[in-house]
């Protein structure tokens, strides 16, 4: 799947939002990429997916004995992922404000894991949920995401496979453009 089929995806579902939006990372941007929107058909959800896991060596796919992604916007892609690989998908939840397996989700010590995000920006969410398989007993031993907004900057500190990588602009608070600042912000997730 070329770049620009992967972003025709993002326009066909109305996924590629203008405005003014504060990330998780607790940066601003112009432009943000729902991808719950991207993935709530299962056959667009699917051809994703499969170009996803085209992007693994196929040394790291051999590998793979169990997707965990984090909640909420990994959950429907980790699923996908676990779909297409023939594994199990688990995923991570922040109760209290850091990730951990809930619901009875467990990795056997060395488990190889696959993480799964919908995006990358900073990388500070991978880097916290790699943290908590780690803690949990598994190995991350690759991350694939649909979207990489870093610019390819993120250090997961282990493989990194985006499906396609973008260079959208995001600023600090104090960083903001006075054109952008103008702009009433959206959080993502509560935009109606």
Known sequence: MTDEEVLQEFRASQALLEGHFLLSSGRHSAQYLQCARVLMNPERADRLARA????????????????VSPAMGGIIIGQEMGRVLSKDAIFLERPTGTFELRRGFALEPGTKVLMVEDVVTTGLSSREAIEAVAREGGEVIAEVSLVDRSAGEADLGVPFFPLIALSVPSYTDDEVPAELAAIPITKPGSRK
């Open 52 to 67: 996803l896991a085209q992007k693994l060596p196929r040394e790291i796919r051999s590998e793979i004995e169990v997707v």
